[in-house]
């Protein structure tokens, strides 16, 4: 107990007389902890630390050499920084003290160069911070760096059935693998290339810093309960690796809490479902199986897997749909009506297994139904809101529903004649996270219509440019719209020279226009455009 006491004190008091010690020269109540002076800096020089004041701060301005360079991400959360001076006023309820930001180091010359940050204050003052002079030699490789956010290090976990564990990291040279070791053993390798916004502003002349998210679902079945070391370590196209982050976790796994898990792609909450054929004159409702050919499908999709225990590798027994809480649909119904699968579960999932890649069944495991509205309608459901989900059960009996128990407020509405049903699709390219292009691009995706589609309408910051070739093989989509004859033919393609545009952010529309001659958007992307100029 003293012994704790004495460290409580002895941390007061370091607190009270080396941090005013630290900043005298400038009254800044903070500290720029990178880059550091005493090594040689190259690749992506990191500037990192934290400020705080009563009357907050604007913003943090980077300057190298004495030049203006970018805004720093502000307000960071710094854990350790809260726990070392908890009786700051609000530090650690209403004020995050962090910020980071880097620059290039291939943009300056081998050598000495100072770095440091200007701090703007609320009440208007302005104070720089952190003043250094740093080395760059960029004959030198650099290790990658990055962070690992989930688990964070406030705690240590309980992990169950499948952890995810999430961050970042980055390379000037490029990253070749993120692996994720558990007591020192290679469990996996992380997915690595997603898009963290995040990282991509705080270094915003690494265009690869955007691209810089990784995420690894372990399947910690594989491991024995107890507490366990993770440790995520990046390696470079060089071959050189840091570890980037270490976890403490304990695994606790049973049959009681090894319950499937998964998610409905399709429809979305407080979606609209609409049905044809609900009226008299379309004939008594149908029984077995609940869908009828001519009728317009509501696709319910989605994935769904388990893990149990190592006995039984985890096996999905059976996924069923449930309307306002009553069975529907089941994966016993599976058939080929429409020349695809239906009302099945095992539906081909190379999304899934990129994300699960060492999870038994991930590459088959797809769920789709078939849901015909009208037919519902007949048989006496009434139009208006209702309650739609998966109920998903493994070999061991254990249940789960998605995407929980409360499931997804829907809208049943019956459609006449008259009635014109919106055509959707999708823009595969440009990418629809702000892709860079140049050149001549080919724009590309597909499109349906329940009554035709007649073309494809390209629309670049609200002006229109041209029709896009439309009938381009899709199997894909005709793996997810079995109810559409004209899916596996659904693919447009569009050539664009983005020379006509400017060096910066555009929007792409794509147009529909149906055999009835209505048009309806079926989505927008935001590109940029980065093309040389011009040789004079």
Known sequence: MWRWVTRGLVLAITSALVLPALFAQTGVIGQLELPDPAFVQSGVVLVRGWVYDPAQISKIELYVDDQFQYRTVT????????????????????????FQTGFLASRYSNGPHTVFVRVYFGDGRVEEMGRRTVNIDNTRNQSPF?????????????????????????DSDGISRIDVLIDGGNMQSAMYGDTRPDVGASFPDFPGALFSGFIANVD???????VHLIEVRATDKFGLSRLIGVRN???????????????IDEP??????????????????VVSPP?????????????????????????????????DGVRYLSSDDCTLPFGGYANCYGVPRYDVERFYPNYPDAPLAGFIFTLDV?????????????????????????????PGPQGIPVFFKCADSSFDSPSFGFIDVPMPVLDYITGNTVFQGWALDFDGVVTVEMIVDGNYVGQAQYGFPRPDVAAQNPSFLTAGISGWRFTYDT??????????????LDSRGNRAEIGSVDFYVYNAAPTP
């Open 374 to 402: 009208g037919n519902l309608l007949n048989l006496g459901v009434r139009e208006g809101q209702h309650n739609l989900k998966i109920r998903v059960g493994d070999l061991q009996q254990t249940v789960t529903e998605l």
């Open 499 to 512: 020379t006509k545009l400017g060096n910066n952010r555009h929007r792409l529309t794509a147009r529909v």
């Open 220 to 226: 910690t079945t594989r491991v024995q309960d107890g």
């Open 75 to 98: 307000n960071l959360p710094r854990i350790d920084i809260v726990e070392a001076y908890p009786n700051y006023p609000g530090l650690h309820n209403s004020f995050n003290p962090g």
């Open 291 to 323: 869908v009828r050919l001519t009728s317009h499908i509501t696709p319910v999709r989605g994935w769904a897997l388990d893990l149990g225990s190592r006995i039984d590798t985890g096996r999905i027994s059976y996924v069923e749909l449930l309307i």
């Open 268 to 285: 979305l909450r407080d979606a609209v479902l609409y049905g044809t054929q609900c009226g008299v004159a379309a004939g008594p409702p």
């Open 146 to 170: 990055g962070s690992v956010d989930q688990p964070d290090i406030s705690k240590v976990y309980n992990a169950s059935g499948s952890f995810p564990i999430v961050g970042w990291a980055a």
């Open 249 to 263: 976790v304990q695994i606790l796994n049973s049959e009681a809490n090894l319950k499937p898990f998964g998610h």
